[in-house]
């Protein structure tokens, strides 16, 4: 594995807020001055504060850390590993946070007398994304895709179905409509990049995603409209 591949895993395996340049030297098996080098870079691109040997990581530098790290090829397997099911999660509500989505997790609720639950909600006016969050250590399959998928349509339909009675929890009160996408977020790349018109995207592409959602076209991805 490259060296900066392998202090990268070594960073986040620690996991502690405070470091010191020894204690990632000794895991990663590498001499101080070639972890110091790579130390420096992540110091310059703001992915770690780093003072005369000690290193901080703060828990969105920790999950930009993984990003990178699955960036830069690392097995997807090795990044499950050291990257909590949780901290996933976190950075899927981020990037909807930094792109001016208002968020919730685990957004609970009943239709029809079944009860559901939506990973990450985020909302943005007009929109209301839907987001599955699949963190998978094993190989993805077409078949498990399209059912993950299925799934993520029900709940969507359902939450649509009762739009009037959570309208006020989702802070959608004083919009005419709402269009709600159901997504699907994985840590690694997937068979399928949609299924029935429902994108499922890789993490690593879901900042250039969100980015875009002004300009997608209303007929190119699976929303559905509730007003």
Not at 147 to 159: C, D, H, M, P
Not at 176 to 195: H, M, V
Request: hydrophobic letters at 45%.
């Amino acid at each position: 594995m490259p060296v900066d591949e392998r202090i990268l895993l070594t960073l986040m395996k620690l996991d502690a807020n405070q470091v010191d340049l020894g204690m990632i030297s000794q895991e990663a098996i590498l001499p101080q001055d070639v972890v110091l080098n790579t130390l420096r870079k992540l110091a310059d691109d703001r992915l770690i504060q780093l003072d005369e040997g000690i290193i901080w990581i703060s828990p969105r530098q920790r999950l930009d850390l993984a990003i990178l790290a699955l960036k830069k090829g690392v097995d997807v397997e090795r990044v499950c590993q050291v990257l909590g099911w949780q901290e996933f999660e976190d950075l899927v509500a981020l990037i909807l946070d930094a792109s001016g989505f208002s968020t919730q997790k685990h957004f609970r609720f009943k239709s029809r007398d079944r009860r559901f639950e939506i990973d990450v909600l985020g909302v943005k006016r007009p929109f209301v994304f839907l987001v599955e969050c699949k963190r998978w250590t094993r190989s993805w399959q077409r078949s498990a895709t399209m059912n993950i998928v299925e799934k993520q349509i029900e709940r969507t339909e359902a939450l649509v179905n009762s739009f009037q009675e959570v309208r006020g929890r989702l802070a959608l009160d004083g919009w005419r409509e709402a269009w709600f996408l159901p997504l699907i977020i994985t840590l690694s790349e997937t068979p399928l990049k949609t299924y029935k018109e429902v994108p499922v995207i890789p993490i690593f592409y879901f900042q250039t995603f969100v980015t875009d959602e002004v300009n997608l076209g209303l007929d190119e991805v699976a929303f559905y409209k509730a007003s």
